[in-house]
């Protein structure tokens, strides 16, 4: 009896289907295992001064050699268990307590993984980073926040820019402001009118854990045993809990893509109202962090519709066309404030303050960096070798990446579920998208982190589960005996070595908390504190003040000329502003990589650092300048968030950069009911100390040379 037509056409397409995914499949597990293993980061040419790509290539080095040691210690270890204990016993407890997971109800289980997570986070905000920030990206947000929350778009701090502008911030026509999207800023402006900026971070992990635990279900509802304790690894997670404590925008956009999406898995199952939610996060989403909220975005609106809309069982046109409409007006409002947002800081609607700030070599793509290096495609798979291989051993901090495990998964898995295929999608479709952007680091994968957690968890479970059927020779089941060891091997690693080591290595040094923490004042009285920063950060902030130059072209300038040739310049561009008569010095703005050979850099004290042309005149004014930094330096930016600033009245300490006795007069005029005071070290082999100002002014700068042009 033949089948008909139509039955052997849907067995004909279920079969190229299945011929299909497994193609892709083991292809992602090649891949993910090359990632993990292979040194692709030594693409990179460091040859040229690009400190960046220095260290990260220097910390995937030490990496990739834990990589390879803990995974053969590990087997090697498990191997031997196999030997002596059997591995029955492993799993029967496993399947006890996951069975036990499954008892409370879903509502109250995810109400638990929230609290779990937002308390691991504040404890470690508290304990670890003592409250400090500890990126200037947080710093520059939480100054703008302040601002925001105090009722003003940006910061007023007028004639004198050079004094406060640290990196990731810029001046615009309405003042100053940082280069970053509204929605991270105006939720920090929240928290810090309430009096507590540091809990943004914190309730975004916690809010992302109960969501992947309220999601997961939706999206495995075949495993729930399985779902609940992937969402237990996610609320303990020490990747997520080591960012989740700071307040990085990441960890409110992860937040955000949890919640969209729960709200299209529940969408998918029932009223299209929930599209107005999705499209909400969407919109919150972009407006955070745009790039990878346009990537999983859409991942969670189309990536879950689409399927449903036009797959096996078609819901229809209609359906899909609800879901969209409900999300572009969900999203309508946040991408109007995104717009209203860039038009009056940055000019255009569609501007970034990247853009602003760094110029078009801030766009994706295979282009000149900011930094004017090359970032073509070899750059692109070095960077993203070391994002991958970083990523797959500071999830879990187990000895072994998590990322090599998914990888062997996918090559011995004989089928990928759907739900499982959209962790797939939300695990790599922001390294795909991040491959095309100059900028790396591992936190620039943090929204997909749970996704890796999950598919990583799933992964063990399947490699490590009972023997079956189709186990049919000894060796399978001799390597489900030891992936059951090597999870259990690389739980207690984690715990006893690779979390308490990741803790340490984070942990303030004694000499850095001397220059963060806002020193005490030896009196009462209201005081302005000039903190003695380096040459090199007073020549960046005198460029970019008032807009005069864009923060790529000092970054290359500070490279590429002599301290005292930019200095120089620098002056002499202030002047030209009041007089466009003066002449311009001679000095090298070619955006370009590298550094001129006949550039060097001699010793010099802490925080310092000297670019100096053999036989290039040295001016008394350039003498002075270097003098000044002989006991070393100070960074204003972390020093900057905790007294008041600019514009806003408070009793704390206003913190300002130190630019010589004479620049800083016009700040002693402007705030005459401040006592001034200096943080500057001593002695270069000593913490920084509060100096009088007088005195600190007569052996730092010393009287001022006849040349000297303010």
Avoid at 628 to 633: E, K, Q, S, T, V
Avoid at 639 to 651: I, S, T
Wanted: hydrophobic share 50%.
């Amino acid at each position: 009896m033949t089948r008909p037509d139509g039955l052997r056409h849907k067995e004909s397409r279920r079969a190229t289907e299945h011929a299909w995914g497994r193609t892709v499949r083991r292809t992602l597990g090649v891949l993910l295992l090359g990632l993990a293993y292979a040194p692709l980061y030594r693409l990179m040419d460091t040859s040229s001064e690009a400190p960046h790509r220095e260290v990260s290539v220097e910390v995937a080095e030490l990496t990739l050699e834990l990589a390879w040691w803990g995974t053969v210690v590990t087997l090697l270890l498990a191997w031997i268990l196999t030997r002596f204990l059997p591995a029955q016993r492993v799993r029967s407890l496993g399947r006890h307590f996951m069975r036990w997971l499954a008892k409370p109800p879903l509502a109250l289980y995810s109400l638990a993984m929230a609290l779990l997570t937002g308390t691991l986070t504040v404890l470690t905000s508290r304990f670890l980073y003592l409250g400090f920030f500890t990126n200037v990206d947080e710093i520059a947000s939480m100054l703008h926040a302040r601002y925001l929350a105090n009722g003003l778009l940006a910061g007023p701090i007028g004639a004198a820019p050079e004094a406060w502008l640290i990196p990731n911030t810029l001046m615009v026509a309405e003042g100053w402001v940082s280069h970053f999207p509204p929605t991270h800023l105006f939720a920090m402006a929240g928290f810090t009118w309430i009096g507590i900026p540091t809990l943004l971070g914190p309730l975004s992990a916690a809010a992302l854990s109960g969501l992947v635990a309220l999601s997961l279900p939706r999206l495995l509802p075949e495993r729930v045993g399985l779902t609940r304790l992937c969402a237990l690894v996610v609320a303990l997670c020490p990747f997520v809990i080591f960012l989740g404590a700071g307040s990085m925008s990441h960890v409110s956009a992860a937040a955000f893509a949890v919640a969209v999406l729960y709200a299209g898995l529940r969408a998918r199952e029932g009223s299209p109202g929930w599209s107005l939610m999705a499209g909400s996060a969407v919109g919150l989403m972009v407006a955070d962090r745009p790039l990878i909220g346009l990537v999983l975005g859409s991942v969670f609106t189309l990536g879950l519709w689409v399927p449903a809309a036009f797959g096996a069982n078609p819901r229809g046109l209609r359906w899909f066309a609800q879901r969209i409409a409900g999300t572009l007006a969900g999203g309508a409002p946040f991408a109007a404030l995104l717009g209203w947002y860039n038009q009056r800081l940055f000019g255009h609607p569609l501007t970034l303050g990247y853009l602003a700030a760094f110029g078009d070599r801030h766009e994706l793509g295979f282009h000149m960096d900011p930094w004017s290096y090359d970032y073509g495609l070899p750059e692109a798979v070095a960077f993203t070798s070391t994002d991958v291989l970083n990523l797959g051993i500071q999830l879990l901090e187990t000895p072994f990446p998590l990322t090599a495990v998914i990888g062997v998964w996918l090559l011995l898995r004989a089928r990928v579920g759907r739900g499982e295929w959209v962790l797939l999608a939300w695990a790599l479709s922001p390294i795909v998208a991040h491959s095309f952007y100059w900028f790396h680091d591992v936190r620039m994968l943090f929204e997909a982190a749970p996704a890796w957690i999950v598919l990583g968890v799933i992964g063990t479970l399947d490699l490590a589960g009972e023997p079956v059927e189709s186990d049919r020779r000894p060796l399978q089941s001799l390597g489900r005996d030891v992936a059951v060891w090597a999870a259990l091997i690389g739980v207690i690693g984690a715990a006893v070595w690779g979390i308490p080591n990741r803790w340490t290595s984070y942990r303030w040094s004694g000499e850095t908390l001397g220059r963060i923490t806002s020193p005490v004042l030896p009196t009462a009285d209201r005081a302005i504190v000039f903190v003695h920063t380096s040459w090199n950060e007073r020549l960046s902030s005198i460029l970019q003040g008032a807009g005069a130059m864009r923060q790529d072209s000092v970054i290359t300038s500070l490279r590429r000329n002599t301290n005292c040739g930019l200095h120089l310049y620098a002056l002499a561009r202030e002047a030209r502003i009041l007089d466009d008569g003066v002449g311009l010095p001679e000095v090298d703005l070619l955006q370009i990589p590298g550094v001129p050979a006949d550039i060097e850099r001699p010793p010099s004290p802490a925080g310092a650092t000297v670019r100096v042309r053999r036989g290039e005149p040295f001016p008394e004014l350039c003498v002075r300048e270097r003098r000044a930094d002989r006991f070393g330096a100070v960074a204003l930016a972390p020093l900057l968030w905790q007294g008041a600033l600019p514009g806003m009245d408070d009793e704390r300490p206003l913190f300002v950069r130190d630019l010589g006795p004479e620049r800083n007069q016009r700040l002693l005029d402007g705030y005459p009911d401040r006592y001034p005071w200096v943080f500057v070290p001593k002695d270069p082999e000593q913490p920084p100390e509060i100096v009088p100002y007088a005195e600190a002014m007569a052996v730092l700068w010393g009287p001022a040379p006849v040349s000297q042009n303010p």
